[in-house]
Every structure is written in C-alpha cells, then in structure tokens.
C-alpha cells in the first residue's frame, strides 16, 4: 500500500523558514507531477506548488518568489522550501502525487505549519 509520509511542518515566526519534505513508501510509477497543497480553517484545499516530470514547476501567486518546490522522480520525494514566511501561510499542507493510471492520486496525512505575526 501506497503512503505519502510528509516531515518538517512547525511553528515559525512571520519571515521565518520551513522546508517540508514528502516521500513514498514505495515506489511510485507513472507519476505526472508531484507538488503540495495547503487547506487553512474554514478555506478549500489550493494548490501551492507542483513539479512535473519533465521538471516543470508552477506556484500559486501568493508564494512565487517565496517558495521552492523541487522533486526527485526516481527516488520518488519532493520537498517544498518556504521562506519569508507570512501569517497566511498558515495551513495544514498534504503532499500530492498524479499519475497517468489509476490510481490517479496519492495523498500524504498533512502536515501542520504554523506561522506567528
């Protein structure tokens, strides 16, 4: 069975760094993309960052500039490095795994990450 386990959610004051990091437990085939997404109180689940195999990156316009996803396909991880670190940030972050055959998603348990003004 297929689990993402995600590590380095936290408490961080506002302008602080975070480096969240995902990996599988198993190895992942046919994957299309890996990346994060983030779910605050109250809000729906959004997409912040997200790495294609072929290397492509796209981010939500509220974190380009500030973070940085980068992945490793083989080895089937992908880490997201948060910097300047705003009180909106604030969510639980699960990482995510498409692939082109079924199942077409995997996805971690989340991880909280905390930021103070």
């Known amino acids: 069975q297929v689990r993402l386990v995600e590590s380095g959610g936290g408490l961080v004051q506002a302008g602080g760094s975070l480096r969240l990091s995902c990996a599988a437990s198993?190895?992942?085939?046919?994957?299309?993309?890996m990346g994060w997404y983030r779910q605050a109180p109250g809000k729906q689940r959004e997409l912040v960052a997200r790495?294609?195999?072929?290397?492509?990156?796209n981010y939500a316009d509220s974190v380009k500039g500030r973070f940085t996803i980068s992945g490793d396909g083989a080895k089937n991880t992908v880490n997201l490095q948060m910097n300047s670190l705003k009180p909106e940030d604030t969510a639980v972050y699960y990482c995510?795994?498409?692939?082109?055959?079924?199942?077409?998603?995997?996805w971690g348990q989340g991880t909280q990450v905390t930021v103070s003004s």
């Open positions: 995510n795994v498409q692939r082109s055959v079924n199942p077409r998603d995997y």
């Open positions: 198993v190895s992942i085939f046919s994957i299309n993309s």
């Open positions: 790495i294609t195999s072929t290397g492509t990156t």
